[in-house]
């Protein structure tokens, strides 16, 4: 099965253990010499009505990942164990 970034970037994660929906997926991380998927990235929540800036990221296995459908990604994780603090960018933005 192939799919593109940008079909991914359009499909809810939803937790299979609670149910719990996680948010959208915005990034892949992958390998560079293998070319390999090892992660997906789904943004935290929003804190107080999105002033705040956001919580830790989701940092989710590609192993974790059970189904890929149409409009949602089924994964099997503990959302508490794949929280991955968020990147600060620098005054360049990197």
Do not use: H
């Not at 998927?37 to 999105?50: E, F, H, K, Q, S």
């Not at 919580?55 to 989710?60: A, K, Q």
């Not at 459908?69 to 620098?90: A, F, I, N, T």
């Amino acid at each position: 099965m192939s799919v593109k970034f940008t079909q991914l970037q359009c499909k809810e994660v939803i937790c299979v253990q609670d149910g719990r929906r996680l948010g959208f997926i915005s990034d892949v991380l992958v390998e560079v010499p293998e070319g390999c998927v090892c992660a997906i990235v789904v943004p935290g929540p929003c804190r107080y009505l999105g002033c705040l800036g956001r919580g830790e990221d989701f940092l989710i296995p590609w192993n974790c990942v059970c189904r890929i459908g149409p409009d949602v990604v089924l994964v099997d994780v503990k959302p508490e164990d794949c929280r991955s603090p968020r990147q600060k960018k620098g005054c360049c933005g990197l």
